[in-house]
Each structure stands twice: as structure tokens, then as C-alpha cells.
């Protein structure tokens, strides 16, 4: 049986209406800001599959590049979701 996945950024702290920064939240906080998200996909028939930690490469803007400054490494939180094809 094949399965479809989908995965969905996860910033805690983060107003998703205006994007702005809301300041620290408390463990409690981020985790329930999470227990929503996983909440909300369930209902459109998702899964809770796993949280993942990556890095990704973000390249030096050009002037940056011109002067020596390396790329910086941007971490990321994903949440994925399965679900049954």
C-alpha cells in the first residue's frame, strides 16, 4: 500500500495572519501552538508522522559573497504528516 506525505514548516512564535514575531513562547505554548497544527491536518485527513530538525545552506547575498562572508545555515522545523494513499 502506498502512502503520501506532506510536510509543513513549523515556527513557533510566529503570528501566521501578519508573520510578525510574538516574542519567546513557553514549552507550553509551542506545544500547544503544535497540537493545533497536528489537530488541523487530522481533520482534512492527515497524520501525525514526525518532527524533523534540518539545515539548509542560505547563500551569501552578493555583496556579502564579494567581501569573504560565507553562506550561514539556516535551521528548520518540519512537521510531517502521512496519510494513506
Not at 32 to 49: C, M, T, V
Not at 57 to 83: C, K, Y
Amino acid at each position: 500500500m502506498t502512502a503520501e506525505y506532506r510536510v509543513v514548516p513549523f515556527v513557533t512564535g510566529v503570528d501566521k495572519r501578519t508573520r510578525r514575531r510574538m516574542g519567546a513562547l513557553s514549552p507550553t505554548a509551542a506545544a500547544q501552538q503544535l497540537q493545533a497544527l497536528i489537530e488541523a491536518e487530522s481533520r482534512d485527513g492527515w497524520e501525525f508522522h514526525s518532527v524533523e530538525h534540518k539545515s539548509v545552506r542560505a547563500p551569501s547575498q552578493f555583496l556579502a559573497w564579494l567581501i569573504g562572508i560565507p553562506p550561514s545555515t539556516v535551521w528548520l522545523d518540519l512537521v510531517v504528516f502521512r496519510r494513506e494513499a
